[in-house]
């Protein structure tokens, strides 16, 4: 179980995607607190799971995106950028969409 999460984590660890999770992390943190209740009507009722997930995404893509990397395995897993990202990637999408 080690090798695949740290081989995901070396995989995510370039500069390109450095700045690309920042971005995401930014972007939608913003939108939050810009208007959290337009940031909610776009993206149904958000229910306290969702909200959950949202801060943790949000805290993944900032922990990645400033070059912070963990150094055991299962900080790694916690705080992975790639599903992060995705759930970024859907919280934009319905925010804007």
Request: charge should be positive; charged fraction near 10%.
């Amino acid at each position: 179980m080690r090798t695949p999460i740290q081989m995901l984590y070396r995989l995510m660890d370039k500069g390109p995607l450095r700045a690309l999770s920042l971005l995401l992390a930014l972007v939608t943190a913003g939108g939050v607190l810009w208007d959290p209740t337009r940031f909610a009507d776009h993206t149904g009722r958000l229910p306290a799971l969702q909200a959950l997930l949202l801060i943790w995404a949000i805290c993944s893509a900032v922990i990645h995106g400033v070059g912070f990397r963990p150094q055991q395995t299962r900080w790694q897993a916690l705080f992975s950028p790639l599903p992060a990202m995705g759930v970024l990637f859907i919280a934009l999408y319905r925010f804007y969409a």
